[in-house]
């Protein structure tokens, strides 16, 4: 069965009430640009809430470990604070083509993970980004086990058959 691909991705979280963005995208200068217009996210982060309006970013700067941004309407703490612990989103189609071999973060859940010689190692339930990799979550038989999101480990990831390959050294599949 093929997946539709989301028209909207989550590419930031508010932290603060001056709408400090927390980056949750490999592109923060093209997403958090003057004229993007981002979508404050649902409580469970899943599609732009209807009930909160559409913010049209006016200024933006990078702050610390994050991004603070300004936009048209938001003009003090107290309104910023609307957004506090928001997931903000943009259109997908908003965003630059992904660059060969890139995938988006909600292309790898639900994927089958097997090994280079076939052997059904489990299923991705989450990606944790985090330096100096991203982390696979993969539910197993056995439980759940972290797994590296990095060359050469993996060795291939075909989004249409939903499968990741990876080329674990010996032992990482038992511990």
Do not use: N
């Not at 469970?44 to 990078?62: F, I, K, N, Q, T």
């Amino acid at each position: 069965m093929a997946r539709t691909e989301p028209a909207f991705l989550v590419v930031g979280h508010v932290s603060s009430g001056e709408l400090f963005v927390e980056p949750l995208t490999d592109h923060p200068g093209d997403v958090f640009a003057p004229g993007v217009v981002l979508r404050p996210a649902d409580a469970e982060g899943v599609r732009p809430d209807p009930e909160l309006p559409r913010l049209s970013v006016s200024g933006a700067r990078p702050f610390r470990r994050g991004w603070l941004i300004t936009c048209e309407g938001v003009a003090d703490r107290d309104s910023a604070e609307t957004f506090r612990a928001r997931y903000l989103m943009v259109e997908r189609k908003r965003l630059p083509p992904l660059a060969e071999g890139e995938v988006f973060h909600h292309q790898l859940l639900g994927m089958s993970v097997i090994t280079a010689d076939g052997r059904r190692v489990g299923e991705v339930i989450e990606v944790y980004d985090v330096e100096p990799v991203d982390l696979l979550e993969v539910r197993t038989d056995q439980g759940k086990m972290l797994i590296p999101f990095v060359e050469p480990l993996v060795r291939e990831v075909d989004t249409v058959g939903r499968r990741l390959v990876i080329d674990p050294p010996e032992g990482l599949l038992e511990l």
